[in-house]
């Protein structure tokens, strides 16, 4: 007798998602810039949407002016992701093709060209630094300065007022602006002409007591008081025509190398500011919010007049799309707001007390605390920033995992090493179980060689090396 075969059911449950829902996941990434340009070629290419407020005496376009939105939209060729979405919600296994998160891998070559020039100087200064330095901190102080260089690549805002916003000693704000200033293009980050040419003549090694001289007296130069300048230089007329002539073969506004749309300010998002009942006010910058409408009368009058199938086809896509795109845009800046608003009730200590009262938080806290997906809120913190009374922050700078031996922020706990080792007397020292013990007393728990590990990270010597500092400048 042969074998029984036996036949059985079994219920379980499968991930699907719809196209519209994976498209919906990709605009939910972009950044502003990415999508007000996929805004842009959709108001383009698709005659029911608009920019802002209809006027209610705005004539209703008509069957012509459909036809050549439509030879437009046929000229412009695919969409640039994230659309549209398909006709059908046919399901999709989750696991198939790309992965729900790999919109910029579909950018039209075009559009990524664009973007990459966009970002251009920003990327290049911040890769720089990301290989310059391990420090979270340093490199946070780092991004931060990067995006607020001017389009010449100056920085001019006082060094005091960042730090007093960042809650951080001027040192700190003084060791990473020297990092910047050792990046391409040379002279860049510095605070006037003089650093940044001499930033250049340091490069070349020509950077002497002669240049220093011509360096400070710039005025005659531009004043053409030849005279006067080989006399403070202490040379003759032909070594300061050697050095005026270097001084023409540098470059004064380094970051024009990148054209000014190019410079890529870190633009908030989400804006955050103090509320008159001791909280935070948080709200979505308007300035980086897209304002489009699905204009229901034009569809309406066109629907009545048009014949062919191929323009009926085309006008329902055109709902379609612009229906999707609509409802998307309004989720997308209700998600947006409603992370945001948790990051700033998680973090709330960092708004009133600086850097040092960064708590521990992860994407799964945020995650829990909303009754969303991880995922969601990874994508959220990609490419936004929060603008606060501190600065303007990458929404990943508030995400930071806890020390592993207590409640606070790793970043916190750098930061306060720091000012420890900052304030210690030449003449007492500060050993790592002593630094450790001064945490204990205020309140953190972290072991000696977790102060040891966060010390070396920032780059700072032990206590015999600190010691032996202080002894040769007595």
């Known amino acids: 007798m042969g074998a029984m075969q036996r036949l059985e059911l079994r ?11 994976v498209q919906s996941i990709k605009l939910l990434q972009l950044s502003h810039a990415e999508l007000a340009a996929y805004v842009e070629a959709e108001l383009e290419r698709n005659p029911l949407l608009q920019e802002g407020e209809t006027p209610a005496d705005a004539p209703v376009p008509s069957l012509a002016d459909f036809l050549r939105a439509k030879q437009r939209a046929e000229a412009a060729g695919p969409r640039m992701v994230p659309g549209p979405p398909p006709s059908r919600s046919e399901a999709v296994p989750a696991s198939s093709g790309q992965p729900a998160g790999s919109g910029h891998s579909e950018l039209k070559p075009e559009m990524e060209a664009m973007l990459a020039q966009a970002t251009s100087l920003a990327g290049h200064l911040e890769a720089q630094l990301d290989l310059a330095t391990g420090d979270p901190r340093l490199r946070s102080i780092g991004e931060h300065l990067i995006h607020n260089l001017d389009e010449a690549g100056y920085l001019t805002e006082d060094l005091a007022e960042i730090a007093a916003r960042l809650q951080v000693a001027p040192a700190e704000i003084e060791a990473a602006l020297g990092l910047i200033q050792t990046f391409e293009p040379s ?25 220093q001289a011509l360096l400070a007296h710039l005025h005659l130069v531009a004043r053409q008081d030849f005279a006067a300048l080989q006399k403070v230089c202490g040379v003759d007329r032909e070594d300061l025509a050697d050095m005026l002539s270097e001084l023409r073969s540098l470059e004064p506004k380094p970051g024009l190398a990148f054209t000014p749309a190019s410079i890529h300010v870190l633009v908030a998002d989400v804006l955050v500011r103090s509320a008159a009942d001791g909280g935070f006010a948080v709200e979505l910058n308007p300035d980086t919010l897209p304002r489009i409408l699905l204009n ?5 009058e066109v629907a009545k007049v048009v014949r062919k199938d191929e323009d009926k086809s085309f006008l329902s896509d055109c709902l379609q799309t612009a229906s999707w795109l609509t409802r998307s845009l309004d989720q997308r800046a209700r998600t947006i707001l409603r992370v945001a608003a948790e990051i700033v009730r998680q973090q709330e200590d960092f708004f009133r007390e600086g850097v040092s ?30 603008g606060t009374e501190r600065g303007t922050h990458p929404m990943r700078f508030f995400f930071s995992a806890a020390t592993g031996e207590g409640e606070h922020s790793a970043k916190a706990v750098r930061h306060r090493i720091r000012q420890l080792i900052e304030a210690e007397s030449p003449k007492a020292v500060l050993s790592d179980e002593a630094i450790a013990q001064k945490l204990k007393a205020a309140g953190i728990r972290v072991a000696r060689r977790t102060v040891a590990k966060y010390r070396e990270a920032m ?3 032990s206590s015999s090396d600190r010691r032996r ?3 040769a400048k007595a």
Do not use: F, W
Request: contains cysteine.
């Open 11 to 21: 219920q379980g449950q499968s991930l699907t998602m719809t196209p519209q829902l």
């Open 187 to 211: 002279g860049i980050g510095a605070r006037n002409l003089a650093e940044c040419l001499a930033i250049q003549l340091k490069e070349r090694d020509r950077l002497d007591p002669a240049m």
């Open 296 to 300: 229901r009368s034009y569809y309406t």
């Open 357 to 386: 009262g960064l708590r521990p938080m992860t994407l799964r806290s945020v995650a829990e605390a909303i009754g969303m997906h991880e995922s969601t809120i990874s994508r959220v913190a990609a490419n936004k920033a929060l």
């Open 459 to 461: 780059r700072i010597p």
């Open 469 to 471: 500092v202080h002894q």
